[in-house]
């Protein structure tokens, strides 16, 4: 079973970019497809996007699109968020998710994923 470890939340202005990392072990990363997801005070967890096992496949959530990049890199078995332009409303704990995948596919709902990290708190705000 993987193991997954966020980091990289912070205090950042509005406007202003940040890089989240989540850092996976126990298993074969390359084996599992990601995804990012993030729960703000009083709000259901939400998608914010995925990557398929390879990386070539991305989703985002439409309230990121062109503001959010998803990666990963297999050889350091670690998933990135790199987001920029951020918003006050986008502040939240920021977790990565984990799912078993012999398809190189996206999985979309939160349920579809088994292992989640402890999460990255991100404040945005002046």
């Known amino acids: 079973q993987v193991q997954l470890v966020e980091s990289g939340g912070d205090l950042v202005q509005p406007g202003g970019s940040l890089r989240l990392s989540c850092a996976a072990s126990g298993s074969i990363f390359s084996n599992y497809a990601m995804g990012w997801f993030r729960q703000a005070p009083w709000k259901e967890r939400e998608i914010v996007g995925a990557?398929?096992?390879?990386?070539?496949?991305?989703y985002y959530a439409d309230s990121v699109k062109g503001r959010f990049t998803i990666s990963r890199d297999n050889a350091k078995n670690t998933v990135y968020l790199q987001m920029n332009r951020l918003k006050p409303e986008e502040a939240a704990v920021y977790y990565c998710?984990?799912?078993?995948?012999?398809?190189?596919?996206?999985?979309?709902?939160?349920?579809?994923?088994?292992?989640w990290g402890q999460g990255t708190q991100v404040t945005v705000s002046s």
């Open positions: 998710a984990a799912r078993q995948s012999y398809i190189d596919r996206i999985f979309y709902r939160r349920d579809e994923y088994a292992t």
């Open positions: 990557i398929s096992t390879s990386g070539g496949s991305t």
